[in-house]
């Protein structure tokens, strides 16, 4: 097969290795990663099964060994290219070159069992970055703004500098938590207020996610255990809880992952709380924070045992609260495994 990555974490997967300035080719058995002479040491002691060629412009080192190489049609996915990029390959030389979506991806939607254990570490130093951060909020968090708290958050999760974040921490209060993807405000943490925390780190390279919601009270933990003062968000919550367990139990390899939404989705719906679910039930996790499957209600992938996806009901209330609860889970023997 014969192909061309641009992707930081697509070229990752094949070699071993990558860096903000790199192409990658597979032409047949040989492959060849492209940089320039700022990674030459890094490359060629990293890199695994594959060629270091440095020079300053990859494009043109890429037209080299195409031309030497004489194939004549290559797979490239356009989400990773710029315009620029492209052409500068395509116009210069006489390959076809065959657009595929989410290339990388597909190769990556199974997970090998070395995969596995990495994404497992990574979720739990995730739990315990969560754990940390309940303490360090119940000492020191009321009173401060969703600002602060959010660079909290990030110096907490990452070990302070020893791992990188999956993404940047959300750290909601109260009607913020109904934005599922909300900015930090300046609205201040007070006790009792509703809290949503979505996060992850990344071990070698592996993201994990993980979102909880809680009401802040002085002994508050980030577990799905939660009583709220506010009837109307106590029986949200255990709505998204039981969502969120069932998904769990009934998911199924062999199962459409529309069918995985499904056991979301009805339960929420049930409750009265459908038209406040405005999001798929998951996602992929692995080298990207979103990867395949994707766990939504349009989606026909079916469901394989190695596959690691969140499961992360939510409801959102406009200008009132917002709640989501969210794991990672790898489908083991036909059933999903809590990470």
């Known amino acids: 097969m014969n192909y061309m990555l641009k992707d930081e974490n697509a070229i990752y997967y094949e070699c071993g290795y990558s860096c ?10 040989e492959a060849y990663f492209i940089t320039d002479s700022r990674y030459t040491l890094d490359a060629n002691e990293h890199i695994q099964n594959a060629k270091v060629i440095i020079g300053g412009d990859l494009y043109g080192e890429a037209v080299k060994i195409l031309k030497k190489s004489k194939v004549k049609k290559v797979i490239f996915d356009p989400k990773e290219w710029t315009v620029y990029g492209f052409e500068k390959i395509d116009q210069n030389t006489k390959v076809t070159f065959k657009p595929e979506l989410d290339f990388s991806h597909k190769k990556r939607i199974i997970k090998s069992d070395e995969t596995l254990k990495i994404l497992a570490k990574s979720a739990k130093l995730g739990a315990k970055a969560f754990a940390a951060l309940a303490s360090e909020f119940r000492q020191n968090g009321f009173g401060k703004d969703e600002y602060t708290l959010t660079h909290i958050a990030k110096g907490i999760l990452g070990s302070f500098g020893k791992y990188d974040l999956s993404f940047d921490p959300i750290v909601a209060i109260n009607k913020n938590a109904a934005k599922p ?7 201040l943490l ?10 992850g780190l990344k071990y070698k390279r592996y993201c994990s996610d993980r979102t909880r919601t809680i009401q802040a009270d002085k002994y508050f933990m980030f577990d799905t255990h939660q009583e709220f003062k506010r009837k109307k968000i106590q029986k ?81 209330i406009p200008n009132e609260f917002g709640i989501r609860i969210e794991d990672m889970v790898a489908m083991v ?7």
């Open 333 to 339: 023997d036909g059933k999903a495994v809590v990470l």
């Open 181 to 187: 993807h909300a900015l930090p405000t300046s609205t």
């Open 20 to 29: 903000d300035n790199a192409l990658y080719l597979c032409l047949g058995k």
């Open 190 to 199: 007070e006790k009792n207020d509703l809290l949503l925390v979505d996060a």
């Open 236 to 316: 949200a919550y255990d709505t998204v809880l039981k969502a969120h367990d069932h998904a769990i139990a009934k998911a199924r390899s062999g199962m459409k992952a529309k069918k995985v939404d499904a056991l979301t989705r009805n339960i929420i719906e049930k409750a009265g709380f459908g038209a406040y679910y405005i999001h798929s039930t998951g996602h992929g996790v692995g080298l990207d924070i979103h990867e395949m499957p994707y766990i939504s209600k349009k989606s026909d992938t079916i469901i394989e045992d190695g596959m690691v996806y969140t499961i992360e009901p939510g409801i959102y």
